[in-house]
């Protein structure tokens, strides 16, 4: 693996999907100029002259390093839904496989060069379908591997192969078929979870939600695949706040979730399989209804980061739901003495 000015260089086709936001967009394209893929492909959605697009589409003009650029850039607004699928089925048309992101997903340094890395490590093992960049817990099990194993995978900055992706369906076949519903049961077990992931494929194919993530999901979630997960998160998400156009999904600890540069060294997981125990927290997380342990992993680190009024208020509302658990209270006791009560 190269060098580059801005660390390890970038060996993999890189994707950059864009639309009206030009500051998230130049930070997200420095970062790419500092890994220097030597194969660049450019999406916009449009139309053309909407508010900040022609600047979105100037902050990524000057690719001023060797490599081979192809754009496609759309004359009429095809939302979110439409211009992400189909400019990753354009993708893995032309590539096997690729690193891909979005104008709000900003990578550390060293990341893109991980995500290949995991890319070569892990292309002839069916059962992974995906890297991600992006630790929704912020950290899992750090001082003992540099990643793991999950169902669950976030799109915020991620890599797959064309063999892989070749899973996804949009629409996806009938997701309440009997044979759909026992595939997604072997993964899922808790019924709580089938129900929140069905709901949120219907509400796409609704029109309620305008993504493309949950079918990507859902085709990951049948086939049983796997997501690999860096030990530490490696993006941050940029779109979060005013000019947020799909995060509605987002949760409020996203935006107190910090990001790290790519570990140094690989320190892989003793087996390919899911780490359950991650999945359950990123599922709580998700559904906003966090276990006492998910509680106390965000609510520590809250106080050390001077954030005690919100980690009071989180371990607050899970004694309410939770009752007297006594890591809770210990938890309370802490951020009230950190507060000078």
Known sequence: MGQSAGGPACETAVALTVFNRPGPTRAVFAAIRAARPPRLFLFADGPADAPGVAE????????????????????VNLGCRQRQASAFSAVFTAVDQAILLE???LPQPGCLAWCQAMLDRYRDEPRVMMVTASNPLEEWQADRQSHHFAHYGSSWGWATWRRAWAAFRDPP???????????LA????????????LAGVDRVLAGIWSTWDVQWEHARLLAGGLAVVPARNMVDNLGLGAGATHTGRSTPLDAVRRAYPAPSALRPPPAVAADGAYDRLVYEQRSGNLSPAGIA????RLIGRGRAVQALA??????RRHGGDPALAALAARALAALGR
């Open 103 to 105: 104008d709000d997903c």
């Open 297 to 300: 992993l965000w609510a520590d």
């Open 173 to 183: 076949d009938d997701h309440r078929a009997p044979d759909a519903l026992a595939r």
């Open 56 to 75: 979105a589409r100037a902050a990524v003009a000057d690719v001023d390093w060797p490599c081979r650029v192809e754009r496609d850039y759309s004359a």
């Open 314 to 319: 989180m371990v607050r509302g899970g004694q």
């Open 186 to 197: 072997r993964v899922l077990p808790d019924a709580d979870e089938q129900r929140r992931h």
